[in-house]
């Protein structure tokens, strides 16, 4: 779907009619929610320090997240 007027969103490059767009796009979109609700609002809202392989763990899952967008393009309504 193309974002709302004046609004933007990230998308991969392809045909969007394709099941591997569809895949890409959803696991990109969904991986990112997932890693700002389990990650970055944990690390904003508790006090906890992280094990090391934590951490390392978290960096693995935001670096994906990161690779993949810079893959994708602005998609901006007409």
Known sequence: DLPKPGNVRLHFPGERDS???RSRQ???HQMSQGAYLGIRNLAAHEDAE???NEAIEYLAVLSVIA???EQ???AVSP
């Open 50 to 52: 992280w094990l090391e």
């Open 26 to 28: 959803g696991g990109l």
């Open 67 to 69: 690779r993949w967008a």
């Open 19 to 21: 099941d591997t767009w």
């Open 72 to 74: 994708t393009k602005p």
